[in-house]
């Protein structure tokens, strides 16, 4: 008897590798000690948060004991987070973006899932850059959305002449993820008005509005001062979506937004589809002590400088054992090159070595691979060796 739907069994077939790698790394940790393994599989922020959000959490249990301290709020969340948010996506996007325009949300991707579920027709698609975060076809796909992932770039840029082929009757979005999860890219000014030029004549001929939709919960890290442009500013079809589960260190208390381009025609009608599925799809609001969080700590900041050191010493590295990489400008990511185009062999031979790491086909790149870098630079330094000798044994050369 058949427990899940074809669509969910598939799912979790696909998604076996990863289960495999990280079984394997309990395994290996129990077996050679926490320090001993080099986890590099996981976006996982390990930084804890700012002080700030310490002397915010004891401020909100002192006034715990208010009415409604912690009750059910406005759908698109409390007044206070609004406005907080306001002032933080102004500043990025360069133009005032008013409160009403925000609704705060169970993270990113609850922010995306409420987007698509209130713009998404069963059939319509979705284009996306790969390599890409592999959940987007998830979420695109809960609301019969399809994903039509393009690639990118050798240098992980972005390919306009692909983005153009894949745009048709049937699109009804494009997302861009910059700073870029799994690469680490920062899209610059020239490309991506050229997709807002593709998106605009696209929207005559077909007669229906194309979104972009901006995921920027990496914008924060920024490692060498490249500029990310105000996608508002790029297009009026625009909704930024972000969280502050790296700015903060906060993944799990699950809080993010999507800001509304106020440029945008009409743009309360898409506010209020999103208010209407931040409730329906069961999210109801945004976790109530995060809003108050966000409130207070609005323009807190973990130490960038300690991610840009474990970025610098990984670069450094993946240099000295020969492995092929291109430098991340932002986020906290590698996604080298393989040195066989099945990368799954070369992750096994990294295994061996007790190295994890994550097979580009997961991101809709085969041939290369990822590896997170928000892990201690004792273990990115202690690794070292087990990269220079999994790529030596690899080529079956003698150290």
């Known amino acids: ?35 001993n393994v080099y986890d590099f599989s996981l976006g996982n922020p390990d930084l804890p948060p700012p002080p ?22 406005p759908n698109a969340g409390e007044n206070s987070a609004r406005e907080a948010l306001s002032q933080l996506v ?13 609704v705060v949300t169970c993270g990113a991707a609850g922010g995306i899932n409420a987007f698509f579920r209130a713009t998404l027709t069963p059939g319509d698609e979705v284009i996306c850059i790969a390599p890409y975060f592999v959940e987007y076809g998830f979420y695109a796909g809960n609301f019969g959305g399809i994903l039509k992932p393009v690639m990118s770039n050798p240098d992980f840029s972005l390919n306009i002449d692909n983005i153009a082929a894949a745009i048709n009757p049937k699109t009804r979005a494009i997302i861009l993820n910059s700073p870029n999860n799994p690469t680490g890219k920062i899209y610059n000014r020239t490309e991506l008005d050229a997709v807002a030029k593709l998106l605009t004549d696209a929207r005559k001929k077909y ?10 919960p990496y914008r924060f890290l920024n490692y060498d001062g ?39 025609e009409n743009c309360s009608e898409l506010i209020g589809g999103l208010t209407l599925t931040n409730r329906t799809l069961g999210f109801v609001n945004a976790p109530v002590v995060a809003q108050k969080l966000i ?24 240099t ?37 790491a994550v097979p580009g086909s997961g991101f809709g790149m085969p041939g290369y691979f990822r590896l997170a870098f928000c892990v201690s630079e004792k273990i990115i330094a202690a690794s ?14 003698k150290k």
């Not at 309990?26 to 926490?34: N, P």
């Not at 102004?90 to 925000?102: F, R, T, Y």
């Not at 007669?207 to 920027?216: K, L, Q, T």
């Open 90 to 102: 102004s500043d990025e996007q360069e133009l005032h973006v008013p409160a009403a325009n925000i």
């Open 295 to 318: 409130a207070k700590c609005i323009n807190a900041r973990i130490d960038l400088d300690v991610y840009r050191r474990r970025r610098n010493l990984m670069a450094q590295i993946l």
């Open 384 to 397: 070292a060796p087990s990269f220079s000798h999994a790529l030596t044994s690899f080529r079956g050369e």
């Open 1 to 35: 008897m058949q427990l899940l739907s074809n669509e969910v069994k598939g799912y979790l077939g696909n998604a076996s590798m990863i289960r495999r790698m990280f079984e394997a790394g309990i395994e290996l940790k129990r077996t050679y000690g926490e320090d």
């Open 207 to 216: 007669g229906r509005m194309i979104y972009i939709v901006s995921d920027e």
């Open 320 to 356: 000295d054992a020969g492995i092929e990489f291109i430098m991340p400008g932002g986020a906290f990511y590698f996604f080298p090159k393989s040195p066989v185009p099945d990368e799954k062999i070369f992750i096994n031979a990294l295994l061996k070595e007790r190295i994890l």
């Open 52 to 73: 700030e959000i310490k002397t915010a959490m004891q401020e909100i249990a002192e006034n715990s004991d208010q009415p409604f301290a912690f009750g059910y709020m």
């Open 226 to 264: 490249t500029p990310v442009p105000s996608m508002f500013k790029v297009y009026d079809g625009t909704v930024v979506i972000g969280s502050f589960s790296k700015t903060l260190s906060l993944p799990g208390a699950r809080i993010g937004y999507v800001a509304v381009n106020p440029n945008l």
